[in-house]
């Protein structure tokens, strides 16, 4: 059965780097999102991608975050300059035409 | 705007007991309604799903109806088992009734722990 795969599946980080979180996004699925869930907190929405280029961002989804899609297969998200509240769970979503969205197993993401 | 409210965990029961877990949503237009399941270091799985009022999605011997008249979507199950413990999420998409939103709005989430 197809799914979604992130990579990597934990990273540790400085305050202030940069860090990219890649997916790879259900072969013929269309839409692509980002979510978070800080520990302990709800799942968060923060964008939605569709035919190169964001169709909805959350206002967590702030200029210090980028979303690109440089093949046909990669979905990443970038932080530019991370901070400690940074620290999340984030999970990438895809879907086909209807509403499901599919999961990723998701990147443990820490700040220091 | 959107929001899910589900009740609080942890929730502890034992093994062939029945399960409900509470949720209320509201939104502004006609949403469609999921439950979504985590197991313990996994990711977010759909478990089902409901798309219209008084629909009942179901699977795996969960069930959830589409109460469009006290806003709700409780996940029950009539005999749960020890593989059953994890984390269920309900949300809520209102992308296809006009409410524009293209995101999922979660609930905080509901721990489940079942006990031989």
């Known amino acids: 059965e197809p799914e979604v795969t992130q990579t990597p599946s934990h990273q540790v980080t400085q305050m202030g780097q940069e860090v990219i979180l890649r997916c790879v996004p259900i072969s013929n699925h269309l839409y692509f999102y980002w979510y978070r869930q800080i520990l302990g907190q709800k799942v968060e929405f923060l964008v939605s991608f569709y035919n190169n280029e964001i169709s909805e961002k959350s206002e967590i989804f702030d200029d210090q975050f980028s979303v690109e899609r440089p093949d046909g297969s990669n979905f990443t998200l970038k932080i530019r300059s991370t901070k400690l509240e940074d620290s999340a769970m984030y999970f990438c979503?895809?879907?086909?035409?209807?509403?499901?969205?599919?999961f990723g197993p998701g990147t443990r993401l820490l700040v220091l | 705007g959107n929001s899910v409210t589900q009740m609080e965990g942890p929730v502890t029961l034992s093994e062939e007991a029945f399960l409900t877990i509470n949720c209320t949503y509201t939104a502004t237009g006609y949403p469609s309604l999921f439950w979504y399941v985590q197991y313990p270091g996994e990711g977010l799985q759909l478990l089902l799903k409901a798309t219209k009022a008084d629909d009942k999605g179901s699977n795996k011997g969960f069930e959830a109806t589409y109460r469009k008249e006290t806003t709700s979507f409780h996940l029950e199950k009539g005999s749960v088992q020890v593989s059953d413990s994890a984390v269920y999420f309900c949300a809520l998409s209102d992308r296809g009734s006009g409410g524009g939103a293209d995101g999922l709005t979660f609930g905080k989430g509901t721990h489940l722990i079942i006990q031989p």
């Open positions: 979503a895809s879907r086909q035409e209807d509403e499901t969205q599919y």
